[in-house]
């Protein structure tokens, strides 16, 4: 009969199987170790350069939610059309491509029906006021037009105001002027009788130079922004009309974030509508007393009556949206009353 001999453990050994005891035993009393929840990665589309006010306001809201989920989402920023472009930004949110996008509701012809009532000449006179009035209203109505997306803010541009070449002191002196604008703003040019010009912001330097526009109508922080003051002395306060974006999410990229994250996201809408908007006016501010000091720019307000008379003649913007809007079912003139509501309320 074979004896077998069981060896002894060394010293090692015995060390090693002591420690994995006191382990086991300090694991059962603390009871099971906490799983810490893996970070969230979201993509922000975003289509004009990086230091305009869109994309200002991305980068801070990008923060926000890093700051107030302590670090567990991160947004992965894209500015200046290199992940999606302004006219497909919409459905390459819808279809996935980026997980959030900004959107300008000018670049979308028809498929916003009841918020485009923020296109028409309703005479803003703060991007603060636009845009808060532009979050309330989307909030209360909640518009079918936005179903397939999770909205996240809205914000507006500032006023359209013209910067030309000569000054405008009457609508005569817009007659036949070639001025760049885009989206209902190159309707309104037309009502006034000037002659739109559509290019992207970035060409105009260049058109200004060959003369083939005289002015821009848009908003006074492209004068610093896109160095328009250098070309453009003369500014006209007109206020007629503001441009509306929105930030928009797939909406199951959003549905699939917890239940927290969620709650963060819901909770910065209003406050970042706001806070485009103040930063958006002071950037404004900013803008024209910078062109003032190196470019000597003029500014100078449409006569009152001038400015009436222009109202006059782009009132049938207003109707043709009313009639376009009814066609879709919406309730167009509860949706204008309370528009001009929060226009009165926000701008006074």
Not at 11 to 36: D, E, N, Y
Not at 67 to 80: D, E, F, L, M, S
Not at 226 to 234: I, S
Not at 235 to 245: G, I, K, L, R, S
Request: net charge negative; hydrophobic share 45%.
């Amino acid at each position: 009969m074979q004896v077998k001999t069981i060896p002894t453990m060394g010293p090692t050994r015995t060390l090693i199987l002591l420690f994995s005891a006191i382990v086991l035993t300090t694991i059962v009393s603390w009871g099971p170790i906490p799983v810490v929840a893996a970070e969230v990665s979201l993509s922000y589309a975003n289509f004009p350069p990086a230091p305009t006010f869109p994309c200002i306001q991305m980068e801070r809201w990008a923060q926000e939610v890093s700051t107030r989920t302590a670090g567990k989402v991160q947004i992965q920023t894209y500015p200046g059309s290199t992940l999606l472009g302004a006219k497909n930004m919409w459905s390459g949110v819808i279809e996935g491509q980026a997980d959030i996008g900004c959107i300008s509701m000018a670049y979308q012809p028809g498929v916003f029906p009841m918020m485009s009532v923020f296109e028409q000449p309703l005479g803003f006179r703060s991007a603060t006021s636009a845009s808060i009035a532009l979050w309330e209203l989307y909030a209360k109505r909640r518009p079918k037009e936005f179903e397939r997306v999770k909205v996240l803010t809205m914000f507006s541009s500032a006023p359209s105001n013209f910067m030309c070449k000569l000054p405008i002191q009457s609508l005569a002196d817009l007659s036949g002027l070639e001025i760049r604008a885009s989206g209902g703003a190159s309707r309104a040019l037309e009502l006034l009788g000037a002659t739109p010009v559509s290019m992207p912001a970035s060409e105009c330097p260049e058109a200004l130079q060959k003369g083939l526009i005289k002015g821009i109508f848009s908003s006074f922080d492209m004068l610093k922004d896109f160095n328009f003051a250098e070309h453009l002395k003369y500014q006209t306060v007109t206020n007629f009309m503001v441009y509306p974006f929105a930030v928009i999410m797939n909406l199951d990229s959003y549905n699939a974030l917890p239940a927290d994250v969620r709650e963060v996201l819901d909770g910065l809408g209003r406050e970042q509508a706001e806070w485009t908007g103040q930063y958006l006016d002071a950037h404004v501010r900013e803008s024209l007393e910078w062109s003032k000091q190196k470019y000597g720019i003029e500014v100078a307000e449409l006569p009152a009556s001038e400015a009436a008379l222009a109202r006059q003649k782009l009132t049938v913007m207003i109707d043709d949206w009313k009639q376009k809007a009814m066609d879709k079912g919406i309730p167009a003139d509860e949706v204008l009353a309370e528009a001009l509501a929060l226009q009165a309320k926000y701008d006074n």
